[in-house]
């Protein structure tokens, strides 16, 4: 059960890992069997180790025993007290050895790394889509489920993702918080922004992969297809006609409503001379 050293080491039988005291082996072995002997008096949830158990506690009485020193922010678990810390001091003390990326969390570094190896462990049980990253499965769940968690507080639009329903909130208060700094054009989501600056580069990273025909907005890309597909999913409901993009669409209209478009409509419509 132990080797002789400078000091007694107690050995797993199971998977060899050593441990100084024999109730550590205890707890260790576990692990092993599954046992789960320290169980909590109020909701029942049951712990293989008791010090685990201690800290579930924390849920029911509200206690936080662990508090910054600088913001007063307290916390369940000595741990997130120390990841919190880091918000103020600004390390990142995982650094990764292929890019330099650098994070805070040694298990963020572990999921980065997923994005070089190509390797996707988590899978979906309904579709078989699979993710690098197990926030990005649970994420994806919610296309099955349907649901939309998020919600915003002005309007009541849903939304699955708090990411959309953050850019969503924008629309109300009118904010665009990114600025190019060439031109000083302004936008509200990050995306946009990074399209925009395509018109100054002249960079077009979206290509057709039938003709050739190259983009610098993914959009444009997706529209220009429709002349490969024969898509045409705008349709009109006076008369069911139907049209490859929404401003064809609109300029139909005016032949049901009478409306007669003006220069500044035309001027408006970029693709009033492309079919």
Known sequence: MFTHTDKKLYSCEVCGSTFSKKHNLKTHMFTHTGEKPHACEVCGTAYSQKSNLKIHMFTHTGEKPHSCQVCGTAFFRKFSLKEHMVTHTGEKPHSCQVCGTAFFRKFSL?????????????????????????????????????????????????????????????????????????????????????????????????????????????????????IHTGEKRHSCQVCDKTFSRK?????HMFTHTGEKKTSKMLRSNPWKTKL
């Open 110 to 226: 572990k999921e980065h790394m997923l994005t070089h190896t190509g390797e996707k462990p988590h899978s979906c049980e309904v579709c078989g889509s699979t993710f690098s990253q197990k926030s990005t499965l649970k994420t994806h769940m919610l296309t099955h489920t349907g649901e939309k968690p998020y919600s915003c507080e002005v309007c009541g639009s849903k939304f699955s993702q708090k990411h959309t329903l953050k850019t969503h909130v924008l629309t109300h208060t009118g904010a665009k918080p990114y600025s190019c700094e060439v031109c000083g054009s302004k936008f509200s989501q990050k995306g946009n922004l990074k399209s925009h600056m395509f018109t100054h580069t002249g960079e077009k990273p979206h290509s057709c992969e039938f003709c050739g025909s190259a983009f610098s907005i993914k959009s444009d890309l997706k529209t220009h297809m429709f």
């Open 247 to 251: 401003s064809h669409l609109k300029t």
